[in-house]
């Protein structure tokens, strides 16, 4: 019986620490894989993913994070100009458009203040929540924000309704639409975020759609004018 016991004594003492070791090395290797997947508020939360492996999805850089702060402002102003043509648009097609593109941008804006939140950088504000800051003028007071529209332009656009609204509307949200795509084009080759090059995609293909359809109805409106 004692030689039992005493066999019986180190098994014991044996599992109780291979139990112990794999409760430490699931620990360390959650530690781990929450900083790749959350990542860090540094803009390079793939600083931790092995060389020569794919990033994972949550890994993201800063260009990640300026894609994020660039597109929500842009968006925001895209869905102010698709409200306007509620009450001022006369094509029942133009109102159908601008539905659609506050279909499309209002759930992503809300998408990348969530990946900026969870990455712990600064989400851009907005007059109201959507609304702009108009006090720039003309273009130049949106440096490096392709295709934006500045206080004049938007003014401008407030003051029309009817088919002057629908023209002027098209055009200006053709060269946004086009500021869009350039921003996303950038985000699909230079950033690292998975979602985010996944949503860059999807502007590309969406927009340049519109940006056809759009071109399509001013030279139906300037035909028309024309003649």
Same mark, same amino acid.
């Given at each position: 019986?004692?030689?039992?016991?005493?066999?019986?004594?180190?098994?014991?003492? $044996?599992?109780? #620490?291979?139990? !112990?070791?794999?409760?430490?090395?699931?620990?360390?290797?959650?530690?781990?894989?929450?900083?790749? !997947?959350?990542?860090?508020?540094?803009?390079?939360?793939?600083?931790? =993913?092995?060389?020569?492996?794919?990033?994972? /999805?949550?890994?993201?850089?800063? /260009?990640?994070? !300026?894609?994020?702060?660039?597109?929500?402002?842009?968006?925001?102003? #895209? $869905?102010?100009?698709?409200?306007?043509?509620?009450?001022?648009?006369?094509?029942?097609?133009? *109102?159908?458009?601008?539905?659609?593109?506050?279909?499309? /941008?209002?759930? &992503?804006?809300?998408?990348?203040?969530?990946? $900026?939140?969870?990455?712990?950088? *600064?989400?851009?504000? @907005?007059?109201?929540?959507?609304?702009?800051?108009?006090?720039?003028?003309?273009?130049?007071?949106?440096?490096?924000?392709?295709?934006?529209?500045?206080?004049?332009?938007?003014?401008?656009? &407030?003051?029309?309704?009817?088919? #002057? +609204?629908?023209?002027? +509307? $098209?055009?200006?949200?053709?060269?946004?639409?086009?500021?869009?795509?350039?921003?996303?084009?950038?985000? /699909?080759?230079?950033?690292?975020?998975?979602?985010?090059?996944?949503? =860059?995609?999807?502007?590309?293909?969406?927009?340049? =759609?519109?940006? @056809?359809?759009?071109?399509?109805?001013?030279?139906?409106?300037?035909? *028309?004018?024309?003649?």
């Amino acid at each position: 019986m004692s030689s039992s016991i005493r066999t019986l004594a180190p098994r014991a003492a $044996l599992v109780a #620490a291979t139990g !112990a070791a794999a409760v430490v090395l699931a620990a360390c290797g959650g530690d781990g894989a929450d900083r790749a !997947a959350g990542g860090a508020g540094n803009g390079d939360a793939g600083g931790h =993913a092995p060389a020569g492996t794919p990033s994972p /999805q949550g890994a993201h850089n800063p /260009q990640d994070v !300026a894609f994020a702060q660039g597109m929500i402002p842009h968006h925001r102003q #895209a $869905l102010e100009m698709a409200r306007l043509a509620a009450d001022r648009a006369s094509s029942g097609t133009v *109102k159908d458009l601008a539905g659609r593109i506050e279909k499309a /941008q209002d759930p &992503e804006i809300r998408t990348m203040t969530g990946w $900026l939140k969870s990455w712990g950088e *600064k989400v851009p504000g @907005g007059a109201g929540g959507g609304g702009m800051d108009h006090s720039a003028s003309g273009r130049s007071g949106m440096p490096g924000m392709p295709g934006m529209m500045g206080g004049e332009d938007m003014a401008a656009l &407030e003051k029309l309704s009817g088919k #002057a +609204f629908d023209v002027r +509307f $098209l055009t200006l949200m053709v060269e946004h639409h086009e500021g869009a795509v350039e921003m996303a084009e950038t985000e /699909q080759s230079k950033g690292r975020y998975a979602p985010a090059k996944a949503m =860059a995609g999807d502007i590309v293909t969406a927009q340049n =759609a519109e940006i @056809g359809e759009m071109n399509k109805l001013l030279g139906k409106s300037e035909s *028309k004018s024309a003649g």
